[in-house]
């Protein structure tokens, strides 16, 4: 990575321009060709240094919801319990942890109702229980990682 990737990384993680040219306003601002701009996003890709570009929505504001969710998982159930998890449509991370619960992951739902049902329905698919820890308070921080 060089100092013009850098820059690149440090505008779009934060100030991604929604309009018809994005790419091209983004080289504006740091000085590159539009084309320039596409092929080192491209690389940096394919490096697997930006794993995505999409908009962070605030999952509350639009009538979800979210809890995080931890399972002991015992270790002949360990790979099947993280496809099944893994493919499940409202989760969101999954984590594995050296801890009695080795398993934490993430879950947004539509509704209150739909969130307890994924819940039962991994359990029951899994054979695992799964505990849910539920946020008392959101503490939401902005982390843009500057290079």
């Not at 100030?15 to 091209?24: E, L, S, T």
């Not at 601002?29 to 999409?54: S, T, Y």
């Not at 054979?127 to 503490?139: C, L, T």
Request: overall charge positive; aromatic content about 8%; proline content about 3%.
């Amino acid at each position: 990575m060089d100092s013009r990737d850098r820059a690149l990384l440090n505008e779009i993680q934060a100030h991604f321009p929604v309009v018809p040219h994005p790419y091209r306003v983004i080289g504006e601002r740091i000085g590159m060709e539009e084309k320039e701009v596409l092929a080192r996003i491209g690389k940096l890709k394919r490096a697997g240094i930006i794993r995505r570009i999409g908009a962070s929505i605030n999952s509350r504001r639009v009538g979800f919801v979210s809890t995080l969710l931890a399972a002991k998982v015992p270790r002949e159930k360990f790979d099947s319990f993280v496809s099944t998890v893994n493919a499940c449509e409202g989760v969101t991370h999954n984590y594995e942890r050296k801890h009695e619960y080795n398993v934490w992951f993430t879950l947004i739902a539509e509704s209150l109702e739909e969130k307890q049902r994924l819940i039962r329905d991994l359990s029951e698919r899994t054979g695992v229980d799964i505990e849910e820890f539920p946020a008392e308070k959101i503490f939401k921080i902005r982390v843009d990682f500057r290079f």
